[in-house]
């Protein structure tokens, strides 16, 4: 299997990159199954990276149905230590315009569904990871600082709500997640994060803005036409953010700050590690076994 320092996760909109040179696909089976899709490996100007499009080319998953886990786990066999993950939202807040980009530094929770797919602990062994600061914020200036080279309006900090989906807000959901001061809505990153910080790698969230919710007064006037429009200008502008973005990821002196996370955060005794349970989980906790 090839060794992949940097990881990409694309959204709605991003299934491929057209700037990547000498690609090459590769399979991945996990613990937790197959990944969204086989991972697209190449070249961004000499930068090794692992491209995954969460949905699935073609978009054949539902946010509840992606398959988190085996996502991340599968970076992690490959060597991934830094994530980069896009991802469409609508706006909670009016300074969020359509095709701005937003680099949150917080989540809240609203799935319901998806307690197996947040964690890759269970099974006999516990694992409870500190998460109180669920982003990189390493990679938050490197993504800030890759916006503002490619020219386009960029938001640092705010929580990302994250709610399950399929179905957008209702208008009453939307004004109380803007009174709970929510700033973007998404419906995929949360999990990836958390299961990111599990899995000891470094993980940050470039939002891409597509609407305001449906708090926002004009929201009836917008049509599937001007999101789509939105979208494709989004997508596009975060292809050239990320081409920046891995350049200065792989000139990063410092290591990643969460090479360790997991050491503390077992609650389990290695010598009552179930069998099969451990070698599951292998290749983020075999090395704390002794």
């Known amino acids: 299997m090839e060794t992949v320092k940097i990881g990409i996760i694309g959204g709605s909109g991003l299934y491929q990159m057209p700037e990547l040179e000498n690609v090459r696909e590769q399979m991945v089976e996990t613990p ?51 994530i980069l993950s896009v991802s469409a939202v609508g706006s909670l807040q009016e300074q969020y315009a359509p095709t701005d980009m937003v680099i949150p530094d917080q989540f809240f929770d609203r799935t319901r569904a998806r307690a197996k797919e947040s964690t890759f602990f269970g099974e006999g062994i516990v694992g409870h ?90 929201h ?11 979208l494709n200008k989004n997508v596009r502008n975060a292809q050239l953010i990320l081409k920046d973005a891995v350049k200065r990821v792989a000139a990063k002196e410092t290591p990643n700050q969460f090479a360790g996370a997991t050491k503390n955060a077992i609650f389990t005794a290695p010598e009552h590690w179930p069998a099969e349970t451990a070698k599951k989980l292998d290749a983020i906790i075999g090395k704390y076994r002794a």
Request: proline residues 4%.
């Open 129 to 218: 990871v500190t998460f109180a600061h669920p982003v990189c914020n390493e990679l938050g200036d490197i993504l800030e600082a890759s916006c503002k080279t490619v020219g386009v309006n960029v938001h640092r900090g705010g929580t990302y709500l994250c709610m399950e989906g399929p179905a957008f807000s209702t208008k009453a959901e939307s004004n109380v997640y803007r009174q709970w001061g929510m700033d973007i809505i998404g419906m995929t990153n949360l999990q990836e994060a958390k299961l990111a910080r599990e899995a000891e790698i470094a993980y940050a969230t470039l939002a891409l803005v597509t609407d305001y919710d449906c708090w926002h007064e004009g």
């Open 32 to 82: 937790f199954g197959a990944p969204s899709d086989a991972f697209i490996i190449g070249e961004l100007d000499g930068v090794t990276v692992a491209f995954l499009p969460r949905h699935a080319r073609g978009h054949k998953f539902l946010p509840t149905e992606v398959p988190y886990r085996a996502n991340i786990y599968a970076m992690k066999l490959m060597g991934v230590e830094y």
């Open 220 to 230: 009836d006037d917008v049509t599937i036409d001007m999101v789509v429009e939105y």
